[in-house]
């Protein structure tokens, strides 16, 4: 059958009139039937052929002269061209609710494509701040693997996609991301940063709807962008996502497979995510590279606060080891929580211009936010540990030993060792246990490798100083 249907009914009408007299030797039926008959094509290139009678009349000619009208047909239409005798109200009819289709077909059309438009629009909205530039972000050793990695990123080098970065909150994970990002945008490349948060709300009202078109539609969208970034992955297990966690894993895949560049950051190393999410997702982000941003060390928070300073447009000379040492042990908990005092210090720049001598002066800055040692007792730390931990106190300094208890237990030991330096006999009678309790606390302190371990000390030493 020919496709070009619509063309060969102009060509092709006289000729099909003229084809059908000669068949049919009765004038009478030409002048009721042919001779004002059209030909029109109809959907799915059905051939409709149109008469100016009533449809009853229709039905006497299709009675008679049906098989004289399929020869016509097949000779100028092709053998096996579906045709249709209609009446000229039903084609009107027929035209009038083809419309009315063509109208409703552009409104659902239009509906399915607004979803994209509002994600986009979504997108745009969360406009990258230029202070998560790449040129501000500060590099020392307990990032620069992480660095490097999205560096190659950068470089258009993807042997080692996707990037898994893992790290506690507050170590500059979100600004690493971005700044990604934003170099990637410079280029005028399609990104697509993704918040856990919101894009489970975006999300979850389509996968409601189980509308597949919009969801195929959906992950193309996310697939296909030059560059995606999705920040705490770890919130993605919380909970029952299954349908979520479903629609990234398809996304996820089709990056590998077409080598497009992808980066995850979890405050969870991948190892830990197992229990969160199921094995086909962690072995496809086990395929690429993962890095750590560690616990920044003590020349890492110099370094940083070094920078710091200098962005805020200090001569970092003039900020003695004295001085150096107080910030940084009262805010090593984060780098949010460094860059916090020196907003602080900031405030106060004119009268550290102005002093010879700066410590006195940093110090009276934060007496407000930071409690004098002499306040710290050993009850206060178990009470902030319990409140960290969100157990009793009753628990802490009971005989329980599930991991929780036992890791707050020990943490609370070492803070009230490292803050009061009373002895190891009366930091265990707190307990109720004896000194060699508190000495194997003080030795898994150091050995302890756990990132969640120092964070959680580091934090809880900082909170302690803190004005309620």
């Known amino acids: 059958m020919d496709n070009k249907l619509g063309l060969n009914i102009v060509a092709n009408k006289k000729k099909f009139i003229d084809s059908a007299k000669e068949k049919i030797d009765d004038r009478m039926i030409w002048k009721t039937f042919l001779n004002n008959l059209d030909l029109v094509e109809l959907d799915n290139s059905v051939l409709g052929i149109v008469f100016s009678v009533d449809s009853e009349m229709i039905k006497i000619f299709n009675d008679h002269y049906k098989d004289i009208i399929t020869e016509v047909v097949s000779d100028f239409f092709g053998y096996g061209c579906v045709y249709k005798f209609l009446t000229v109200e039903e084609f009107k009819n027929n035209k009038k609710e083809k419309k009315i289709s063509l109208k409703n077909e552009k409104i659902k059309k239009d509906k399915e494509e607004d979803f994209i438009k509002n994600i986009k629009v979504d997108l745009k909205n969360d406009t990258i701040n230029e202070k998560y530039s790449l040129s501000n972000y500060i590099e020392s050793d307990f990032n620069k693997e992480a660095i490097k990695a999205c560096m190659f990123t950068l470089n258009g080098i993807n042997e080692f996609n996707p990037i898994y970065i893992s790290s506690l909150s507050g170590l500059g994970k979100t600004h690493l991301l971005k700044g990604v990002q934003l170099e990637f945008e410079k280029e005028k490349k399609k ?87 199921d094995n086909r997702i962690i072995t496809r982000l086990a395929s690429g590279f993962q890095s750590q941003i560690k616990i920044p060390s003590d020349h890492d928070l110099t370094t940083i606060l ?100 036992v890791t707050a237990r020990h943490i609370a030991m070492c803070l009230i060792r490292d803050n009061l330096k009373i002895s190891l006999e009366e930091i265990g009678s707190y307990f109720a246990r004896d000194h060699s309790t508190v000495t194997n606390a003080l030795k898994k302190k150091d050995e302890e490798n756990s990132n969640t371990f120092k964070m959680a000390y580091n934090y809880l030493n900082n909170e302690l100083y803190k004005i309620k």
């Not at 560059?227 to 629609?247: S, V």
């Not at 960290?388 to 009971?398: H, L, P, R």
């Open 191 to 277: 990104t697509i940063y993704v918040n856990p948060v919101e894009f489970t709300r975006n999300i979850s009202t389509y996968l409601a709807e189980n509308n597949q078109l919009k969801i195929s539609k959906l992950i193309s969208f996310y697939s296909d962008c030059d560059l995606i970034l999705f920040d705490d992955f770890q919130i993605f297990g919380e909970g029952n996502k299954k349908a979520t966690i479903n629609f990234i894993f398809q996304i996820i895949d089709y990056r590998i497979q077409y080598e497009k560049p992808t980066i995850i950051a979890s405050e969870y190393p991948l190892e830990k995510l197992k229990g969160l999410f």
């Open 306 to 405: 070094d920078a710091l300073l200098e962005k805020n447009e200090f001569d970092k000379e003039k900020f003695d080891e004295k001085t150096r040492t107080f910030i940084i042990k009262n805010f090593q908990a984060s780098i949010r929580s460094l860059e916090g005092a020196i907003n602080r210090i900031k405030f106060y720049k004119s009268d550290i211009l102005n002093s010879n001598y700066i410590y006195p002066v940093v110090a009276s800055i934060f007496k407000e936010v930071i409690k004098n040692k002499e306040n710290i007792t050993p009850d206060l730390i178990i009470d902030e540990v319990c409140k960290y931990y969100k157990i009793s106190k009753k628990e802490i300094v009971g005989k329980k030993r599930n991991k929780n208890i």
